[in-house]
């Protein structure tokens, strides 16, 4: 499995993305998908996830803020990102698995390049 990730960019506070990552082959629809991302400095940590039946999963500090939406038809998840803030500047990366274990576990099996989001004050 293959994943690209695309829709970083520069952005101000407050502001709007929207991340895509897709996936190749028709697997991906029976993998759960994964957004991390990996701010200048510091670790890497789990954003948000679907499983395969569609359920989501998003870090406290991002929920409400952050949406996350597969379309298996386009072998696709998307990252919709709202309200933007500085502390949301990082690397993302998307991820996929088959394991079943918790979407927010970073075991996941598969990864994309990372694609840079930067938010200004």
């Known amino acids: 499995v293959q994943l690209q990730a695309s829709g970083g960019g520069l952005v101000q506070a407050g502001g709007s993305l929207r991340l895509s990552c897709a996936g190749s082959?028709?697997?991906?629809?029976?993998?759960?998908v994964g957004w991390f991302r990996q701010p200048p400095g510091k670790e890497r940590e789990f954003v948000s996830g679907v499983n395969r039946a569609g359920s989501t999963v998003h870090a406290n500090s991002v929920k409400d803020r952050f949406f996350i939406a597969r379309d298996n038809a386009r072998y696709t998840v998307s990252l919709q990102m709202d309200s933007l803030k500085p502390e949301d500047t990082a690397v993302y990366y998307c991820a996929a698995k088959a394991l079943n274990s918790a979407l927010a576990k970073d075991d996941y099996e598969y990864w994309g390049q990372g694609t840079l989001v930067t938010v200004s004050s």
């Open positions: 082959g028709r697997t991906f629809s029976t993998l759960a």
